[in-house]
């Protein structure tokens, strides 16, 4: 017997049994076969059905209780993010949709409101109020369902929906993940633009054929080990050309003045301490602030306090620490007052 906590909205309800929470959603009789598959299915990205409900004559299909916040909350707090924290979260929300498609079943509601991100940063999908079977000989959908601006244009009513549809919303909330905004609104740009454009293309024959070339294409990003080094470095996240250009011209003068530091302390004949701090010194005083202003390798997403806190606390202490490496090189940087 469930205990009804929490009305969460006029179809869902939260519920205790014993010690566990859950989450009820209202049913119809005749989606019961329909969640009885997703029952079946246990996949770490998809919300877990156990049971089924009736209460007060209606059914209900009862989930495990979701730790965590909706998508549209984390990135309203953090704001857009990064290449590789996209491509993570991209790469969950495929394979859930992977194993719902492998069944016949269509989600129709990917939005960043029935995307839970946990504490781990899982990503895991929610809510089947729209979810149907794949129906081979019909030509369009009998009822006008899904949320503005994440659903594609035949779940209202020019065409069947299919496992494309489901791809099209994901194309939204991965721009919606890089921006925090619709693509009509801002699209996002750099590595992931043609992967949008192309999720989100009207006709629905020329998306992406199924899930697994979706999820193939967001890999491919990282794919290579040089450029997956170069997205964790300021100036190459964007993937934009003009922060690109200037960005590689800082690094290479830098890695020029290394050398021609070695090559003065090599003429003078200096120790080979002295010319590793010689030629180390002056170019990571240069470089460390930037490092850590820009949030190279996700740095700041990493440490303890400040993995959780506001954008607005960790872009102060990323400035602050920045100044502070700053400083701090320039103190060292007479080598000579350091190593004889």
């Not at 993570?88 to 992977?98: E, F, K």
């Not at 293309?201 to 992406?208: F, G, K, Q, S, T």
């Not at 470095?233 to 290394?258: D, E, N, V």
């Not at 740095?299 to 602050?320: E, G, Q, Y």
Request: charged fraction near 20%; charge should be positive; glycine fraction near 6%.
């Amino acid at each position: 017997m469930y205990e009804i906590i929490k009305d969460l909205n006029e179809t869902t309800k939260l519920a205790i049994q014993g010690e566990r929470i859950y989450t009820l959603k209202k049913m119809y009789p005749q989606d019961f076969q329909l969640y009885k598959e997703i029952k079946s299915i246990s996949n770490a990205h998809l919300a877990k059905i156990v049971d089924f409900a009736s209460i007060e004559n209606d059914l209900y299909a009862v989930s495990l209780y979701i730790q965590g916040e909706t998508l549209k909350s984390y990135v309203t707090r953090n704001g857009g993010m990064n290449d590789n924290e996209v491509i993570d979260i991209a790469s969950q929300l495929c394979d859930g949709l992977r194993a719902l498609h492998e069944r016949g079943i269509i989600h129709r509601d990917i939005n960043p409101n029935n995307i839970i991100i946990t504490d781990s940063k899982t990503a895991v999908i929610i809510d089947y109020g729209i979810s149907r079977f794949k129906k081979i000989l019909q030509n369009r959908d009998t009822q006008i369902l899904g949320t503005q601006g994440y659903a594609a244009p035949e779940q209202f009513g020019f065409e069947q929906t299919s496992g494309r549809s489901d791809i099209y919303s994901l194309g939204v909330v991965i721009n919606y993940m890089k921006t925090g905004f619709l693509p009509n609104e801002k699209m996002c740009g750099g590595y992931f633009e043609p992967i949008v454009k192309r999720c989100t293309e009207i006709d629905a024959i020329n998306r992406y054929p199924d899930i697994e070339e979706l999820y193939n294409a967001i890999n491919k990003i990282k794919s290579n080990k040089f450029k997956a080094f170069l997205r964790k470095m300021p100036g190459f996240k964007s993937g934009k050309w003009y922060f690109q250009l200037p960005a590689a011209i800082y690094y290479t003068t830098l890695f020029a003045l290394i050398i021609s530091n070695i090559s003065q302390c090599i003429e003078e004949q200096k120790s080979v301490l002295y010319t590793i701090v010689d030629s180390l010194i002056m170019p990571l005083t240069l470089l460390a602030p930037i490092l850590i202003a820009f949030n190279a390798n996700n740095w700041i997403d990493k440490m303890p306090f400040t993995k959780n806190a506001t954008k607005s606390k960790r872009i102060t202490v990323s400035v602050l620490l920045a100044i502070a490496a700053f400083i701090a090189g320039a103190l060292l940087i007479n080598t000579e007052n350091i190593i004889p």
